[in-house]
T-cell receptor, first 113, second 116 residues
Framework: EAQVTQNPRYLITVTGKKLTVTCSQNMNHEYMSWYRQDPGLGLRQIYYSMNVEVTDKGDVPEGYKVSRKEKRNFPLILESPSPNQTSLYFC????????????FGDGTRLSIL | AQKITQTQPGMFVQEKEAVTLDCTYDTSDQSYGLFWYKQPSSGEMIFLIYQGSYDEQNATEGRYSLNFQKARKSANLVISASQLGDSAMYFCAMREVFYNTDKLIFGTGTRLQVFP
């Protein structure tokens, strides 16, 4: 089954404790992205990757890191999480081509205390 | 800068009626794509429909159609014959078509409630 898999689905942690949210896709997509969703703000893009070793900032990259060492994986790293990073996070991937939509994972709900 | 505006925080529609969800966008570029996504209460994001800036005809996908008015920079989603299962958040999004970027901008969403 074609899918984007995020782990963990839920996490409660404390300020300053480094964490990684993994994202893996099995569709051989070149493009991958991370978004955060906050009430009243919609989804905002954090980082995106257009291929292995090619990443770039979205609209809200502060406090986050990403890497793309393999085509299928695109982890999101919070080196020193803070409460304002409490949010619902989505990973997505897509094929090349302007008309191609994002395929989203099921989301990761992070709570930073 | 790119911007997507969805001015309707919430909408109500009776089952079997049609409903229009508004979306306006702002871009200085000529080449872009517009997307609509549905987010049910279970949380997943579901792609509904796509319209390219150079497409001359309005996109349609089953009960979904996109009323694209380029001069007014609007891309409204029309859902015909609403069903109870259409109750969800709906997001409009835009991607500028450049070879060296994959930025996607979302609106703040419209919550649609379908009642019997």
């Amino acid at each position: 089954e074609a899918q984007v898999t995020q782990n963990p689905r839920y996490l409660i942690t404390v300020t300053g404790k480094k964490l990684t949210v993994t994202c893996s896709q099995n569709m051989n997509h070149e493009y991958m992205s991370w978004y955060r969703q906050d009430p009243g703000l919609g989804l905002r893009q954090i980082y995106y990757s257009m291929n292995v070793e090619v990443t770039d900032k979205g609209d809200v990259p502060e406090g986050y890191k990403v890497s793309r060492k393999e085509k299928r994986n695109f982890p999101l790293i919070l080196e020193s999480p803070s409460p304002n990073q409490t949010s619902l996070y989505f990973c997505a991937s897509r094929e090349g081509g302007a008309a191609q939509p994002q395929h989203f994972g099921d989301g990761t709900r992070l709570s930073i205390l | 800068a790119q911007k997507i505006t969805q001015t309707q925080p919430g909408m109500f529609v009776q089952e079997k009626e049609a409903v229009t969800l508004d979306c306006t966008y702002d871009t200085s570029d000529q080449s872009y794509g517009l997307f609509w996504y549905k987010q049910p209460s279970s949380g997943e994001m579901i792609f509904l429909i796509y319209q390219g800036s150079y497409d001359e005809q309005n996109a349609t996908e089953g009960r979904y159609s996109l009323n694209f008015q380029k001069a007014r920079k609007s891309a409204n989603l029309v859902i015909s014959a609403s069903q109870l299962g259409d109750s969800a958040m709906y997001f409009c999004a835009m991607r500028e078509v450049f070879y060296n970027t994959d930025k996607l901008i979302f609106g703040t969403g419209t919550r649609l409630q379908v009642f019997p």
